[in-house]
């Protein structure tokens, strides 16, 4: 088993940043092959943000957060970063990262969700 802890959501003003962390531990961490950011903001559906994958840390970012979000992970603390910047008010929401084993095509590994709120 995985688990996995996120941390770093706040109030925000529009146009600030936040850096959020999801931290990671368990035995089965080794076969983990990618770790992903979500969020659902009310009243809507959980939506893919971006990931990262755990060895070589090659990137994706959906159109809405490239050039203004940053993942980043660091192996020996076996922790994930979203970093967000120039935050809408449209970015609020909770934040989950997951992670994705390999050999498998599903986020199996959920946390519990870190709050943004960005006012306007």
């Known amino acids: 088993q995985v688990q996995l802890v996120e941390s770093g959501g706040g109030l925000v003003q529009a146009g600030g940043s936040l850096r959020l962390s999801c931290a990671a531990s368990g035995g089965t961490l080794s076969r983990i092959n990618m770790v992903g950011w979500f969020r659902q903001a009310p009243g809507k559906e959980r939506e893919f943000v971006g990931r990262i994958t755990w060895n070589g840390g090659s990137t994706y970012y959906t159109d809405s957060a490239k050039g203004r979000f940053t993942i980043s992970r660091d192996n020996a603390k076996n922790t994930v970063y979203l970093q967000l910047n120039s935050l809408k008010p449209e970015d609020t929401g909770v934040y989950y990262c997951?992670?994705?084993?390999?050999?498998?095509?599903?986020?199996?590994?959920w946390g519990q969700g870190t709050q943004v709120t960005v006012s306007s």
């Open positions: 997951a992670a994705k084993p390999s050999l498998t095509p599903l986020y199996n590994y």
